[in-house]
């Protein structure tokens, strides 16, 4: 099933006339089946155990591409922003456990008559928004529970 995902990818990234690499294509396959968000470390050490040396600085760069291609979009951490997760499908929001980095996206803006009044209050036209959440996952929830 995730095959199918990674195709796209890589679909995209030739039309978009990125040279398909080796390096490239196994990041694509990282990131396209990630239901964790992962920074470049967590990559590398995943590409790692696929038998595969590339290097943390290519790992960086691919990870720019597929940025630049809009395939990944970078998450934003108490600690950080080095962490990526497969880009929304259209106006998404994410929720993000803090504990093991599962995460999801969801719909729905019942906060738009709050952004709305806080753009009059202020005299700003509001053009976009920018809205993630973070907690404990269904996982994590049970682990911490059972740790007590
Ligand atoms: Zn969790
Ligand atoms: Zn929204």
Redesign the pocket.
Known sequence: MFEHQQNIWLESLQKQGYRITNPLKIIVEIMASSDVILNPTQVFLLAKEKNSNIGLVTIYRSMEKLEQAGLIGRVHMPDGCQSFFHASNG???LIICEQCGKAEYF???D??PLFNRTGEQFGYQITD???QLFGFCQKCKEINLNRK
């Open positions: 106006h998404q929001h719909e729905g803006d906060l738009n928004h920018w809205l």
